[in-house]
């Protein structure tokens, strides 16, 4: 990239012992001052690096006096000489180790404040880091989590720009459809009363550009939801996008696993195994307990109903007669686990609605637990042979309804994980396509069915007369997920592309004809004028950037994030608004005087 200008003709790490001798002008921030009592030196740094520039009061006094008044972060423009470091002073963990800059003449561009924390160590305090974001982003792990995220989005869309996919942007002011999380509601001033809604996602305009005859689209494009915030989740966010006319799920998976596996050569120089591994909801649900999981540890569910099916163990014979399920994990070499975890795990079951943990110790002296006693030999027999049980194994039991049984255990899966200290390094990437997810799913609460994924999700063809049947829990979706390491990267589906189709499950939702109309009028309309069959796929870019970066949050890799409870600390967002911007939208706000 050019550099030279009026302000500087290198950048801080560009120069190199074949430039000894020449004269160069650098703009940077203070990394660190050293006055070693006569010499000054002053670490220089700039986006792409550091060059130490040293002072010497004998030949630029004025120079060696600004040098000595130099705080942190103070940004500072230097002119003088290229020159090799004396032997010995190299250093080789430096690019710029070679050589110094011998300064000749310096200019305070900008002086800086005491720091409210250092750049160079790890800060703990996440408020403070987002209150001082423009600080942050100065430190050099968080300047490469952008640069990376920047290699990310540059190599999805090289990839799919060689493979026919236009970028197309879709609109943020949109209108209130309802699919899931709450809406974030903007008022038009022109149309008072009315509301325009930020997207929680482009679905319905990607579907619009496939009946505009586009075939495929991408966007990197960014989302809106109002929902609880979690490490992984922001109330806005940004996801690769794309849709495609014509194509089948195995060609929708192809294309994001070539982007992929350009990804992750391209940005951490690692080659990608492909096709990634494909496995059903059901499966996946029944030896991990979770439709994302981990892979990196081999810690499997295990069905043992049929152990207990004519057991004295009423728990569990009460629990399989009314058509539940019994299914245990081995914990492998836990058994040495002490009370206090023992009872943390079982209320990981009772926060997820289950009714406890059953539990047993295979220890030398026998098999410990309050269930024991109700075992005969042959059930100890079966369970050893089924589970693998040795001595100093940790057994645990969920009885309950499939569902339910397998989401409590999935997630002692993952404890157990941590306890027996099973790797799950960063470095390795283990990825897998979820397959075959329910089309729907039934809240208890609210007594109806609602969409698995979305309302324009696909039923597989051979499952559409359950549609007639009524039984809409058989139903299966064309739909996939794409998992890595235990974190759902994206998932997309195969997209319902006809009127009547559409307006079926629309109905099965419990969404009236009229409003149908109102909600997505314009997009049946569509499915009326030659709609082709299409479908897409969405993976999120801050998850992706989250897991290449090593972070614990996608906090980490978004440049001004909001914190846990929806705030920006630096901007004070959200934040009221004058009585006249109320006035003009027609807003009254309940409580608060708006003359």
């Not at 951490?268 to 030896?287: H, I, K, N, Q």
Request: net charge negative.
């Amino acid at each position: 990239m050019r550099i030279a200008n009026r302000w500087r003709t290198h950048h801080c790490a560009q120069l190199r012992a074949t430039d000894v001798g020449r004269k160069v002008r650098l703009c940077g921030w203070v990394d660190r001052r050293r006055d070693h009592g006569g010499l000054v030196f002053v670490d220089l740094r700039d986006r792409e690096g550091v060059s130490q520039i040293v002072f010497h009061p004998e030949e630029y006094f004025e120079a060696a006096e600004i040098g000595k008044a130099l705080h942190a972060e103070d940004l500072i423009q230097v002119e003088g000489l290229v020159a090799r470091r004396p032997e010995g002073t190299e250093n080789e963990g430096l690019a710029t180790g070679e050589i110094e800059v011998v300064a000749q003449s310096v200019r305070l561009l900008n002086a800086c404040l005491p720091l409210p924390f250092p750049l160079d160590a790890v800060v703990e305090n996440e408020e403070l880091r987002l209150a001082f974001r423009f600080l942050d982003l100065r430190r050099r792990r968080m300047l490469e989590n952008l640069r990376l995220r920047h290699r990310i989005t540059r190599a999805v869309r090289d990839y799919l720009d060689a493979r026919g996919f236009l970028e197309v942007e879709t609109p943020i002011l949109s209108k209130s459809t309802p699919e899931g999380a709450r809406d974030f509601l903007v008022p038009s001033r022109l149309a008072p009363g009315s509301f325009y809604a930020l997207p929680q996602a482009p679905q319905q305009y990607k579907q619009l550009l496939m009946v505009s005859g586009i075939e495929r689209y991408y966007q990197i494009a960014r989302c809106f939801r109002d929902e609880d915030l979690r490490a992984d989740r922001q109330p806005e966010f940004t996801q690769v996008d794309l849709e495609a006319s014509f194509a089948e799920p195995e060609d929708i998976q192809s294309w994001v696993e070539g982007a992929l596996e350009k990804v992750f050569r391209e940005v951490v120089g690692t080659d990608l195994s492909l096709p990634f591994p494909r496995m059903s909801y059901r499966e996946a649900m029944d030896r991990y307990g979770s439709d994302k999981p981990d892979l990196r540890f081999g810690i499997d569910l295990y069905d043992v109903g049929e152990i207990f099916r004519g057991s004295d163990l009423k728990v569990f014979r009460a629990v399989l007669d009314a058509g539940g399920v019994v299914k245990a994990v081995n914990g492998k070499g836990l058994a040495r686990i002490g009370a206090a975890e023992l009872a943390a795990l079982e209320e990981i079951a009772r926060g997820l609605g289950g009714k406890g943990l059953a539990y047993i110790r295979v220890e030398s002296s026998g098999w410990k637990s309050p269930i024991g006693k109700f075992l005969t030999p042959g059930e100890r027999d079966a369970l050893a042979l089924a589970l693998g049980a040795t001595e100093g194994d940790l057994l645990l039991f969920a009885a309950d309804q499939w569902q339910l049984a397998c989401e409590i255990l999935g997630r002692i899966r993952l404890r157990l994980a941590d306890l027996s200290g099973e790797p799950k390094e960063h470095s390795e990437w283990k990825f897998l396509w979820v397959t075959d997810f329910p089309l729907f799913a039934f809240d208890r609460e609210e007594g109806r069915w609602e969409s698995m994924h979305h309302p324009f999700t696909r039923p597989r063809s051979e499952d559409l007369p359950l549609l007639e049947e009524g039984r809409y829990g058989e139903v299966r979706a064309l739909a996939y997920d794409i998992v890595l390491n235990g974190t759902e990267l994206g998932g997309g589906s195969i997209r319902i592309h006809e009127a009547e189709l559409q307006q079926k499950i629309f109905s099965i939702l419990g969404i009236d004809s009229e409003t149908q109309e109102q909600r997505f009028g314009h997009l049946l309309k569509a499915f009326r004028y030659g709609a082709p069959p299409h479908g897409g796929v969405a993976l999120g870019l801050d998850r992706l950037a989250m897991l290449l970066a090593g972070a614990e949050s996608i906090r980490d890799v978004i440049a001004f994030p909001k914190n846990r409870h929806g705030v920006d600390p630096l901007t004070g967002s959200p934040a009221e608004v004058d009585a006249k911007q109320l006035r003009e939208l027609r807003i009254a706000i309940s409580g608060r005087g708006n003359a």
